[in-house]
């Protein structure tokens, strides 16, 4: 095996475990948050979230991608440099920018809670802006475990602080624990990141290399500000589609349930974007490594988010409450959405990492524009938060479809090849997902669990155990079925992934 394979698996795992983490942390955190916040808070806060890690996109500019992909190893230091200076002033200049657009949706919504969450959450973007340099630094030496304890750790904190605060402030003012925990976790990220990676800051400021720096950002920033949007600021078109904070919260939760296996998407395409940027010269490796990238990483994506789909109706009243039933229809289209844009986040990858920029600007672009438009004409209720999921993955349909015809244009990638890289996820996801969605349409587990438990029951354990039998049902059926299938699709045996050897088998091939 190769340095760079190693280095891509490696990475791959390391980042698969701290994104997961992290996503997951948050998503512990937020089990609490939705059983003592309305929808509407859960909405309000999700609207100013997503607008603040938009910005975090377009104040990095490309910089950060910038920054790994220079290539001049005797003035990386005074790239480093000049990167702190210019990243620091546009922290400061973002933070300013996003307390000023507080103060405006403040007004402009009618919404001074959304006003104050949007100004107390600007601070992040000057925070984050600290650790910029040494999150390139790490990527560059490809030390991805270090990022990678760096973000879980400050994400688990984060998390920890803002239950707390929510235990701790009064219920009118328990809103801000999830302000707390997001504030919280950006000091301690950026805190992590310096200790791990420090930066030696200079006066001098290099324009020739500041010059170099913008171009190749800019580059990058033309594909990162639409795929940037799509993922941030889709909860913004719900909020403005239905006018809703309830139902902005709704899709909001739903998006979160599924929050986790995004993880699998980003925890490939971290690692392998330094590794291809490396080996752009050489077109048949960088063809292959596209080719596995999408069989490899869409099998395992796949495998999450359909068996989320197929536990959902029983999983999210279980883990967030009754309340939020409504959100089981939003998770399971948003489920799908989200495994359709995993491959459009594998080919623009690797097309960015190999200086392709135009065509990946082109594939985000086209699919920012298909979502505008579709928010805007597609029919039905404006106020329900299904119909805005059902969005969601007909642009993702659309944004994958056109990222993989520009990746097989672009690497000289035959459609066919394609065409049997995604046949395994389709088939042992696909085939594994419907059987298990009949066995329990089939089984009434639900019902039977709770016919049999003994009169006087705890009202709550009969509440939470007919849905934790239904759930736990699902998932075995959908792993009997799904991990032979598997083994065999991924090139193996029917008992591959049923032993330790024989799934580390299975990743040496794949």
Known sequence: MSRYKRAAVSGFLWQGVGLVGQRLAVFVAYIFFARFLSKGEIGVVGVAVSITVFVEMLRVGGILQALIQFHHNDQIEDAVNTTFWMTLLSGIGWTLALAALGVFLGRFENSPQLGSVMIALSITALIDNLRLCSMAILSRELRFGMRAIADTIASVAGGIIGVIALYRLPHEQQIWSIVIMFVSRSIIATALHLLFAPVRVRGSFHRPIAKQ????????????????????????????????????????????????????????????????????????????????????????????????????????????GAKWSSAVVSAQLIALGILLRTYTYICTNALLAVRHAAAASFTWWTTFAIAVLLMIAWPGTRSDPNQAALIFVLFNFSGAAIGMACAARRFEIRFPAIGKAVLPMVVSCGAAGACAYAALRQSGIRSLVADHLPAGAHAKLAQVLPLAAEAALGSVVFGLLFLPLCGKMMGGSWKSLLSLSGAKELLRLN
Not at 241 to 268: E, K, Q, Y
């Open 213 to 320: 720096l913008a171009k190749t950002g800019w580059a990058n920033l033309s594909s990162n500000l639409a795929s940037g949007s799509l993922e941030n600021l889709t909860l913004v078109g719900v909020k403005w589609r239905t006018n809703d904070n309830a139902a902005t919260g709704v899709f909001d939760l739903a998006t979160r349930a599924m929050s986790p296996p995004t993880s699998i998407t980003h925890a490939a395409n971290n690692p392998l974007f330094p590794v291809l940027a490396q080996s752009a010269s050489d077109p048949i490796k960088a063809r292959d490594r596209v080719v596995r990238s999408i069989k490899a990483v869409g099998m395992i994506a796949g495998a999450i988010l359909v068996w989320l789909i197929v536990i959902s109706p029983s999983a999210i009243p279980l883990v967030f």
